[in-house]
């Protein structure tokens, strides 16, 4: 049954949506079909011509820039299945950081990876950390134009390892 109003606790389902957003996330209302496809295809417009840029960092491309003794700070773009496997996660890798090489997570969420996430990793030069998530299509085929580093785990002390290993010089 269609409802005008959500309340808070009242449960709703929201359909057409590309992944999970956010507690607390609002939403806009378009009232016509054609206003959300002007929309969409703003969007699309904003992505080509935010296409065009320098090369992304890769995790093996940090280790060089760290064995030339740069101080670095790698950005990351985590996505995990759960909550409690990212906030895990997210302290797990935030506690890697030395005083050599910092480590930020721009974004933080739950779901899918999404062309968004890549948009972000690509605007931040970060490289997107994924738990038990797969990309998109559509974002598989806008990472590999952005040239944007994946790496998807699920064995959460994998990805833990690979950071390490990536900030000490072993990858």
Do not use: W
């Amino acid at each position: 049954k269609s409802v005008k109003e959500a309340t808070p606790s009242m449960p709703v389902e929201i359909t057409g949506l590309n992944d999970v957003p956010q507690a607390g996330e609002l939403f806009r209302k378009i009232e016509s079909e054609k206003e959300a496809r002007d929309a969409i295809e703003r969007k699309k417009i904003e992505r080509e011509v935010e296409a065009e840029h320098p090369r992304r960092l890769t995790l093996e491309e940090f280790y060089e820039r760290i064995e030339m003794g740069e101080k670095q700070q790698l950005n990351i773009v985590l996505k995990c299945d759960v909550r409690g496997s990212l906030e895990a996660l997210k302290a797990s890798l935030l506690n890697l950081a030395t005083e050599e090489v910092g480590i930020s997570i721009v974004h933080e969420g739950v779901g899918n990876i999404s062309e968004s996430d890549i948009m972000l990793a690509s605007a931040s030069n970060a490289i997107i950390v994924g738990f038990q998530v797969r990309p998109s299509s559509s974002a598989r085929k806008l990472a590999e134009q952005e040239e944007i580093d994946i790496r998807l785990y699920s064995i959460i002390y994998d990805a833990i390892n690979e950071v390490k290993a990536a900030m000490e010089g072993m990858l």
